[in-house]
Structures are given as structure tokens and as C-alpha cells.
């Protein structure tokens, strides 16, 4: 069964500083990969996401992820955090692939940015 | 084109009451999934409509329900609520055969 891992319930950083927040899968079929970000009170919105293509993927407001089989890790990353990057942060792997089956989330990383 | 929206935004309830939550999809979307989200918790998937049918259902007791109209808007129904229902529900839609779902702002629901 499909399962996620993220390490770091909470993460915190700098202002400028990398952001790096993990992510490890488990997957009987090929993964389709995704990373969402929730701010407070809102609902999930989708940063990017990894469907078999390239390996390094970019998403939204400057987020990347890169997709490492035999690690199975998906971690994303930032170069230089903003505040406006605080939020928290959700891995998810799709159990049948994309739309066609139901997303399995991580219990998220809640990153906080200090200025 | 609209997002997915979701009605109300707050809600509360007394234990073994009945309540429906509503969902409207994107524009263009003709599957919808609903997800329970509980304080501190990645959300956990209820069940996906497709065509109005059920196309997949998660680890949830038959209490909680769904609908699919025509239109693709949705409702997630919960019947005898218990206090462990207290969480926030997220509906997210999609196009069958696409790889990607786009959420809603979420229905808080508080049972007491």
C-alpha cells in the first residue's frame, strides 16, 4: 500500500536561508508525486508535482522537488525562504495515479520563517 | 473559470445530529473527492464521485455519504455525529484521466 513520510512536523529557517522540507514514499506502482501548501485557514493549494516526466520539478513561487527512486524521496526545496513562505506543507502520493484514484497525504511540515 | 468552493465555511453541531456539507466544482470537472482533515492531520480521503457514482471510498463508516448531480456539484453527508467528526472537510475536484486536484477552502466542522 502506498503510504507517505514527511520528516519534521515543524521546520524553521531564516529569512534567505534554504528551505528543505522531506518527503519519503512508499508505492507498489510507479508514484505520481505532489506537494501542497496550506496557510492558515485556507485549503490546500498545489505547488508541483512529479507524473514519471522529469525527475527535478519546478513548481510555483520558486519551490522545487526532485523525484529519487532509489531513495524514494520526493524532498522540496527552496533556495531562499520569504516570510510570506510560512505555511504548512503537504506531501502526497497518488494511490491509482492522478485524478483516478485517491490522494494519500503526509501528516505535513509546518514551516516557520523568521525574519 | 471558478475554483471549487464549499458551503458553509464553519459549522456546528451536537453529537447525533445529521449534517450535509456542499461543494461546487470547477469549471470543467466531472469527478469530486472529499477528504477529512482532523487538527494536526494530513487529510484522510472519504470517497470520489465520478458521473455520480462512487469511484473509490476510504477507511470511513457507511454514516458518511455522498451525492453527485448532474452539474458535478456534491454532498458529503455524516449522520449521528460523533465528537471525532470535528474536522475540517476538503472537497477537491478534477478531470477524470487528469493527474491533478484542485481543493477548496474547506467546511470546519465542530461537533459538541
Known amino acids: 500500500a502506498q503510504s507517505v513520510t514527511q520528516l519534521g512536523s515543524h521546520v524553521s529557517v531564516s529569512e534567505g536561508a534554504l528551505v528543505l522540507l522531506r518527503c519519503n514514499y512508499s508505492?507498489?506502482?510507479?508514484?505520481?508525486l505532489f506537494w501542497y501548501v496550506q496557510y492558515p485557514n485556507q485549503g490546500l493549494q498545489l505547488l508541483l508535482k512529479y507524473t514519471s516526466a522529469a525527475t527535478l520539478v519546478k513548481g510555483i513561487n520558486g519551490f522545487e522537488a526532485e523525484f529519487k527512486k532509489s531513495e524514494t524521496s520526493f524532498h522540496l526545496t527552496k533556495p531562499s525562504a520569504h516570510m510570506s513562505d510560512a505555511a504548512e506543507y503537504f506531501c502526497?502520493?497518488?494511490?491509482?495515479?492522478?485524478?483516478?484514484?485517491?490522494?494519500?497525504f503526509g501528516k505535513g511540515t509546518k514551516l516557520s520563517v523568521k525574519p | 473559470e471558478t475554483g471549487v468552493t464549499q458551503s458553509p465555511t464553519h459549522l456546528i453541531k451536537t453529537r447525533g445530529q445529521q449534517v450535509t456539507l456542499r461543494c461546487s466544482s470547477q469549471s470543467g470537472h466531472n469527478t469530486v473527492s472529499w477528504y477529512q482533515q482532523a487538527l494536526g492531520q494530513g487529510p484522510q480521503f472519504i470517497f470520489q464521485?465520478?458521473?455520480?457514482?462512487?469511484?473509490g471510498r476510504g477507511n470511513f463508516p457507511p454514516r458518511f455519504s455522498g451525492l453527485q448531480f448532474p452539474n458535478y456539484s456534491s454532498e458529503l453527508n455524516v449522520n449521528a455525529l460523533e465528537l471525532d467528526d470535528s474536522a475540517l472537510y476538503l472537497c477537491a475536484s478534477s478531470f477524470q484521466g487528469e493527474d491533478t486536484q484542485y481543493f477548496g477552502p474547506g467546511t470546519r466542522l465542530t461537533v459538541l
Open positions: 464521485y465520478y458521473r455520480e457514482e462512487e469511484n
Open positions: 508505492s507498489s506502482v510507479p508514484p505520481y
Open positions: 502526497a502520493v497518488s494511490e491509482r495515479g492522478g485524478s483516478q484514484g485517491n490522494l494519500i
